[in-house]
């Protein structure tokens, strides 16, 4: 090929590549446009979230605070009570609370009974339109539709949202609860919309922002908008819902309006509460200011463009011939490489056959400052030798190469290759670093590359690990890790010494096919597996069985593990063995409570079940006996046969009696030889019978004591607990008085106690 047809070819060549680079020009232009048109939106969209997750947040610290202010109101019996000014107990709830307009009660009926606002009492609210839908539960949060106006008595439901908002709108929220009689009431509280509107107004970014508050259901209910929302809107509000019931949580979309108009929406859904809030941004708005920016730049890039090509081409008529061209390309392969080698994240090096660097990189160049090693290119470049008195090997055996000897055997070609793991002071203190030497040969030179990677991270992970598995191991606590459907995935030695079943028995089974003792309704399990469910912590203490069969208690606490994504992956159970503090506890419940003779009720234990049954008579108005108890001429007994026969009479009168009470009776030892006996839901005619079998079989009764046969008598004083009494020492009082009169009266008898 002639240098005219080398010419012809560089020249097509040359208009080839202006081509080529007025192309790219323009590709690279448009590109950047769509690239900072992209930034721009994507920027927006990260205010947006944040506006977004804003108004959630506010939504729900909101609403769990008008949850608290429900839970903290009076019991249902006192707010219906008419002793109290309903008003009264509900307005200390809307103190300090600017999002609440008021605060009802609905009865059974459907009507409101009591109100913070008393223009509210008598009215029937709608309460089907709440979420969550189905029957109500009681202790949840259902959020009701929106309404015009300032509270139900001038209240007046929004239906259709196309129309301008009203001067003032409120949406109720309601929580079921029940009495202690088991009927069902409902508090509904209203939501004050403005309190909303204000605080989300100030966070938006501009006019063309807009923030709806939305029910999962689809349902508005309110915006920042100050007109009406088109049909379109709101179809779009209903296509974000309708990806919220596909667990379609959070995200973003681009929605197109009935005009033509672009608009980006970001939306969010409670975790917990089924309400989400959306946020709009006119697109086209947004990108005005890009593409104002992007016509300026339009016409630079022209003008730089011509004058590049221009540039181009008076210097490619200054260098045409084909071996300027050739070099031109070495040198800009040579730049190429050592781009890629300083781009690379480890140190490289080429050591030549003298075993002196030939060539680093830029991360090479950075650890040999840090070090006060030579640099390549100075008059005496560092040997592979005195690198290798920075690093010693990871394992530090005598039997380890260290690298001088690994680098070595490479040159020489007796190796292929050499690896390994050095311990090395860096400026941050001891790191790891893994070193991998490998031969190099080109045309007559040949030498080593060595190519150095910073594994100080991995290794401590590594270490990070062994450690946590050693601390678990060595816990005296059993901790169990199980999926998310409780099959056991791990367990330490110390699960195998509760329970007797070891890890690998346990591995790919459930703990309730290994301990449970049955001991635990499915209720209580229904609310532990609620709890780790929702991501919260559950401790609490249950009984189980052991391998062998007994039974132990176990304080249990279970934590859910979420991936990085948020989701459920593993549950790690925490088991501790409480056995002994739990009959230590009993122990010392029945030393408190019980007479360490007799082994009935003490007289402090006796007197607290009075107080508790006297609070049922006075709350509830049903009938309470309380029978006063006293052995005739016990005092004989102790004179003639001793103590020890008086201890054996009292043991075998409390015997007596208890096998003549019933079940809920309950007898007391209130000193020496005298009891007292609580008759529940017992009548005075009821108490007066069971008093005359209690006595007859009393002196029925033979004691034994030695070769000694002792009968004995009692006098027994009734009473009834009256709602009027304010502490136990009045019915005790009247018993003691009516036993009295029956000692008075000859003994041995039945006396009642006005």
Same mark, same amino acid.
């Given at each position: 090929?002639?240098?005219?047809?080398?010419?012809?070819?560089?020249?097509?060549?040359?208009?080839?590549?202006?081509?080529?680079?007025?192309?790219?020009?323009?590709?690279?232009?448009?590109?950047?446009?769509?690239?900072? *048109?992209?930034?721009?939106?994507?920027?927006?969209?990260?205010?947006?979230?944040?506006?977004?997750?804003?108004?959630?947040?506010?939504?729900?610290?909101?609403?769990?605070?008008?949850?608290?202010?429900?839970?903290?109101?009076?019991?249902?019996?006192?707010?219906?009570?008419?002793?109290?000014?309903?008003?009264?107990?509900?307005?200390?709830?809307?103190?300090?609370?600017?999002?609440? +307009?008021?605060?009802?009660?609905?009865?059974?009926?459907?009507?409101?009974?009591?109100?913070?606002?008393?223009?509210?009492?008598?009215?029937?609210?709608?309460?089907?339109?709440?979420?969550?839908?189905?029957?109500?539960? /009681?202790?949840?949060?259902?959020?009701?539709?929106?309404?015009?106006?300032?509270?139900?008595?001038?209240?007046?439901?929004?239906?259709?949202?196309?129309?301008?908002?009203?001067?003032?709108?409120?949406?109720?929220?309601?929580?079921?609860?029940?009495?202690?009689?088991?009927?069902?009431?409902?508090?509904?509280?209203?939501?004050?919309?403005?309190?909303?509107?204000?605080?989300?107004?100030?966070?938006?970014?501009?006019?063309?922002?807009?923030?709806?508050?939305?029910?999962?259901?689809?349902?508005?209910?309110?915006?920042?908008?100050?007109?009406?929302?088109?049909?379109?809107?709101?179809?779009?509000?209903?296509?974000?819902?309708?990806?919220?019931?596909?667990?379609?949580?959070?995200?973003?979309?681009?929605?197109?309006?009935?005009?033509?108009?672009?608009?980006?929406?970001?939306?969010?859904?409670?975790?917990?509460?089924?309400?989400?809030?959306?946020?709009?941004?006119?697109?086209?708005?947004?990108?005005?200011?890009?593409?104002?920016?992007?016509?300026?730049?339009?016409?630079?890039?022209?003008?730089?463009?011509?004058?590049?090509?221009?540039?181009?081409?008076?210097?490619?008529?200054?260098?045409?011939?084909?071996?300027?061209?050739?070099?031109?390309?070495?040198?800009?392969?040579?730049?190429?490489?050592?781009?890629?080698?300083?781009?690379?994240?480890?140190?490289?090096?080429?050591?030549?056959?003298?075993?002196?660097?030939?060539?680093?990189?830029?991360?090479?160049?950075?650890?040999?400052?840090?070090?006060?090693?030579?640099?390549?290119?100075?008059?005496?470049?560092?040997?592979?030798?005195?690198?290798?008195?920075?690093?010693?090997?990871?394992?530090?055996?005598?039997?380890?190469?260290?690298?001088?000897?690994?680098?070595?055997?490479?040159?020489?070609?007796?190796?292929?290759?050499?690896?390994?793991?050095?311990?090395?002071?860096?400026?941050?203190?001891?790191?790891?670093?893994?070193?991998?030497?490998?031969?190099?040969?080109?045309?007559?030179?040949?030498?080593?590359?060595?190519?150095?990677?910073?594994? /100080?991270?991995?290794?401590?992970?590594?270490?990070?690990?062994?450690?946590?598995?050693?601390?678990?191991?060595?816990?005296?606590?059993?901790?169990?890790?199980?999926?998310?459907?409780?099959?056991?995935?791990?367990?330490?030695?110390?699960?195998?010494?509760?329970?007797?079943?070891?890890?690998?028995?346990?591995?790919?089974?459930?703990? *309730?096919?290994?301990?449970?003792?049955?001991?635990?309704?499915?209720?209580?399990?229904?609310?532990?597996?609620?709890?780790?469910?929702?991501?919260?912590?559950?401790?609490?203490?249950?009984?189980?069985?052991?391998?062998?069969?007994?039974?132990?208690?176990?304080?249990?606490?279970?934590?859910?593990?979420?991936?990085?994504?948020?989701?459920?992956?593993?549950?790690?159970?925490?088991?501790?063995?409480?056995?002994?503090? *739990?009959?230590?506890?009993?122990?010392?419940? +029945?030393?408190? /409570?019980?007479?360490?003779?007799?082994?009935?009720?003490?007289?402090?234990?006796?007197?607290?079940?009075?107080?508790?049954?006297?609070?049922?008579?006075?709350?509830?108005?049903?009938?309470?006996?309380?029978?006063?108890?006293?052995?005739?001429?016990?005092?004989?007994?102790?004179?003639?046969?001793?103590?020890?026969?008086?201890?054996?009479?009292?043991?075998?009168?409390?015997?007596?009696?208890?096998?003549?009470?019933?079940?809920?009776?309950?007898?007391?030892?209130?000193?020496?030889?005298?009891?007292?006996?609580?008759?529940?839901?017992?009548?005075?005619?009821?108490?007066?019978?069971?008093?005359?079998?209690?006595?007859?079989?009393?002196?029925?009764?033979?004691?034994?004591?030695?070769?000694?046969?002792?009968?004995?008598?009692?006098?027994?004083?009734?009473?009834?607990?009256?709602?009027?009494?304010?502490?136990?020492?009045?019915?005790?009082?009247?018993?003691?008085?009516?036993?009295?009169?029956?000692?008075?009266?000859?003994?041995?008898?039945?006396?009642?106690?006005?």
């Amino acid at each position: 090929m002639g240098r005219r047809d080398l010419t012809r070819l560089g020249d097509a060549g040359f208009f080839f590549l202006l081509l080529v680079f007025v192309v790219a020009s323009v590709t690279a232009f448009d590109y950047y446009a769509q690239r900072l *048109k992209a930034a721009v939106s994507d920027s927006h969209l990260s205010l947006m979230q944040v506006e977004t997750r804003h108004a959630i947040d506010l939504i729900v610290q909101t609403l769990d605070a008008v949850h608290l202010s429900l839970l903290s109101l009076p019991a249902i019996e006192q707010l219906i009570d008419p002793v109290f000014r309903p008003d009264e107990l509900l307005l200390p709830a809307l103190t300090h609370q600017p999002h609440l +307009r008021s605060i009802s009660l609905i009865g059974p009926d459907g009507l409101i009974l009591v109100s913070s606002n008393l223009a509210n009492v008598g009215l029937r609210p709608d309460l089907t339109d709440f979420v969550p839908g189905g029957m109500p539960t /009681t202790g949840i949060l259902r959020i009701g539709p929106a309404y015009a106006g300032r509270d139900y008595s001038d209240g007046e439901r929004i239906v259709e949202r196309n129309q301008a908002p009203a001067h003032l709108e409120f949406f109720p929220v309601s929580r079921t609860v029940e009495s202690r009689d088991r009927q069902q009431y409902v508090l509904l509280a209203v939501i004050n919309v403005d309190f909303f509107l204000n605080r989300l107004m100030a966070t938006l970014n501009s006019t063309q922002d807009r923030i709806d508050v939305v029910r999962y259901d689809g349902r508005l209910l309110f915006s920042t908008a100050e007109r009406g929302l088109g049909e379109d809107e709101i179809d779009a509000i209903e296509r974000i819902a309708a990806r919220w019931a596909e667990a379609d949580f959070t995200g973003t979309s681009e929605e197109v309006s009935a005009d033509g108009d672009e608009w980006i929406a970001t939306w969010r859904l409670a975790r917990i509460l089924p309400v989400g809030a959306v946020s709009w941004l006119d697109k086209n708005v947004v990108l005005a200011d890009a593409r104002d920016e992007l016509r300026q730049q339009q016409w630079i890039l022209l003008l730089a463009l011509a004058t590049v090509l221009l540039v181009i081409t008076v210097s490619f008529v200054m260098v045409r011939r084909v071996y300027r061209r050739y070099l031109t390309v070495q040198t800009e392969a040579s730049k190429r490489l050592a781009q890629l080698l300083d781009a690379l994240p480890a140190n490289v090096l080429l050591f030549g056959e003298d075993g002196h660097v030939r060539l680093a990189n830029r991360s090479w160049h950075d650890f040999a400052k840090r070090h006060g090693l030579p640099l390549p290119g100075d008059a005496h470049s560092m040997h592979f030798s005195a690198l290798s008195t920075c690093f010693s090997h990871r394992l530090a055996q005598a039997d380890c190469v260290n690298l001088e000897q690994g680098v070595t055997a490479v040159m020489n070609e007796h190796w292929k290759a050499f690896d390994g793991e050095f311990r090395f002071e860096g400026d941050r203190g001891e790191r790891w670093a893994q070193i991998m030497v490998r031969p190099f040969r080109q045309r007559d030179a040949k030498g080593v590359v060595m190519l150095q990677l910073d594994v /100080t991270d991995r290794h401590r992970a590594e270490e990070g690990m062994e450690m946590l598995d050693a601390a678990l191991n060595a816990t005296a606590n059993a901790i169990v890790i199980t999926d998310t459907n409780a099959v056991i995935e791990w367990a330490n030695p110390a699960f195998t010494r509760l329970t007797g079943w070891s890890a690998s028995e346990a591995i790919g089974r459930k703990p *309730k096919d290994l301990v449970k003792s049955g001991r635990q309704d499915d209720a209580f399990y229904e609310k532990l597996w609620q709890t780790i469910l929702k991501g919260e912590v559950w401790r609490g203490e249950l009984v189980n069985r052991h391998r062998e069969g007994h039974l132990y208690h176990e304080a249990l606490t279970i934590t859910p593990v979420r991936d990085r994504q948020g989701a459920l992956r593993h549950f790690v159970a925490v088991k501790e063995d409480i056995t002994a503090r *739990k009959e230590l506890e009993l122990q010392l419940t +029945r030393e408190a /409570t019980t007479d360490p003779l007799t082994g009935v009720l003490n007289r402090r234990a006796f007197i607290d079940k009075l107080e508790t049954e006297m609070a049922r008579v006075r709350r509830h108005g049903r009938a309470c006996a309380l029978l006063m108890l006293d052995l005739d001429h016990f005092k004989r007994v102790n004179d003639t046969f001793g103590h020890a026969a008086g201890d054996e009479v009292l043991r075998c009168m409390t015997a007596t009696a208890s096998a003549t009470l019933r079940r809920p009776d309950l007898i007391g030892r209130l000193g020496g030889e005298e009891f007292a006996i609580l008759l529940p839901e017992t009548g005075l005619q009821g108490a007066l019978e069971l008093a005359e079998r209690l006595r007859h079989s009393i002196e029925q009764a033979t004691t034994l004591a030695d070769t000694d046969a002792i009968k004995m008598t009692t006098s027994i004083g009734v009473t009834m607990i009256a709602p009027t009494d304010t502490g136990p020492q009045q019915p005790l009082a009247r018993a003691d008085a009516a036993l009295y009169r029956a000692k008075s009266a000859g003994r041995n008898r039945v006396i009642h106690g006005v």
